[in-house]
């Protein structure tokens, strides 16, 4: 799909609908057996990671570890993004003391800082004005901002369906500098715990590598590491709006259709709620945040049915269709300059 206005007009009843469906359905309850099995697993392949680390010790088998250690990462932060949501606690206090233990320590990502974004985003996504993660910070996700760019993000722009996959790799270290930059946001609560928090991260994070390995060994780790964390990432958060509708100003949606028409689900059994933590399900998540994620696969076939009674289009792919879709859409974007330099 491409970046094509989308106007509809608005109808606040038809998510309050939906909203006393879903309720009735007992989906928003909270599932505290699903996240102790869940973050107990989470923590042990987290924990064991860095056992098998210590044990290989001096090798070149420790790249296995690496990678290992990456999916231990994206796990962590896929925690942490159901923690951010109220998933697992109720209240402010249990999920943000939680999220900062888990994004700030474990992982290097400010939770402060993703807090903020990740809500921006589903307050209004693939808002070309509005959304963070479409701004054209590298990447341009519509025709109107490749007229608008400059820099690298023009130059990116015209083989960035090619380059979008290299460029996750550098995604983590985006996600730590991103963080430690937002410590400088006076509106940031906590600022000194979280940065205090990330400090001691990268302590124990290269304390712990660099003690274990030789330096170039430790580097290569490292990079690895960050690499395949980045990519995994990316990965999972792409199929969900990349190559769907890009709204602007001129967009007047209510709430359902501007969290619906927007998104995608990804298809696939138990396999791809792990791999993608439940974001799979993109449409249930966007119109009902804080529902735990073992809800969302119970929730799309009345999301499903009540979008077809709206007559709204409920996208769904498969794995490597959703992220065909989302190439499409990029390799199309920068059509236009592709175009600019051979008529040059």
């Not at 249990?94 to 974004?117: C, H, Q």
């Not at 901002?145 to 130059?155: D, K, N, T, W, Y």
Request: with cysteine; hydrophobic share 45%; aromatic share 12%.
């Amino acid at each position: 799909m491409t970046d094509v206005p989308v106007t509809v007009e608005a109808r606040g009843s038809d998510f309050a609908r939906l909203a006393r469906k879903i309720n009735e359905a007992g989906l928003l309850d909270r599932r505290p057996l699903y996240y102790t099995l869940r973050l107990s697993l989470v923590g042990l392949f987290f924990a064991g990671g860095w056992v098998a680390f210590v044990l290989v010790g001096d090798s070149w088998w420790q790249l296995l570890v690496a990678f290992a250690l990456a999916l231990a990462f994206a796990q962590v932060a896929l925690a942490a993004h159901d923690l951010a949501h109220r998933q697992v606690f109720r209240t402010r206090g249990p999920s943000e003391f939680a999220g900062r233990l888990v994004g700030n320590l474990l992982i290097g990502m400010g939770y402060g800082w993703w807090t903020d974004k990740h809500t921006r985003h589903h307050a209004n996504p693939n808002h070309e004005d509005h959304d963070p993660d479409v701004s054209p910070a590298v990447i341009v996700w519509s025709t109107d901002q490749v007229e608008r760019a400059r820099g690298l993000p023009r130059f990116v722009a015209r083989w960035q369906a090619f380059l979008f996959f290299p460029l996750l790799t550098l995604e983590s270290w985006h996600l730590h500098v991103a963080s430690f930059k937002a410590l400088r946001t006076k509106a940031m609560r906590r600022r000194g715990l979280e940065g205090t928090l990330l400090v001691l991260h990268f302590v124990w994070y290269f304390g712990l590598i660099f003690s274990v390995l030789p330096f170039g060994m430790a580097v290569v780790f490292t990079l690895v590491h960050q690499a395949v964390f980045g990519v995994y990432l990316g990965c999972t958060f792409a199929p969900n709006h990349k190559g769907m509708p890009v709204l602007t100003a001129a967009d007047q949606l209510d709430f359902l259709r501007k969290q619906v028409l927007t998104s995608r689900n990804v298809r696939g059994g138990w396999l791809a709620d792990v791999v993608f933590g439940g974001l799979n399900h993109q449409i249930e998540h966007h119109l009902f945040p804080n529902m735990p994620t073992p809800n969302l696969r119970r929730a799309r076939p009345i999301v499903r049915a009540y979008c077809a009674d709206l007559g709204v289009e409920y996208v769904e792919s498969g794995v490597f269709s959703s992220y065909g879709q989302a190439l499409r859409h990029l390799h199309e974007v920068g059509r236009t300059l592709r175009g600019a330099e051979a008529g040059a």
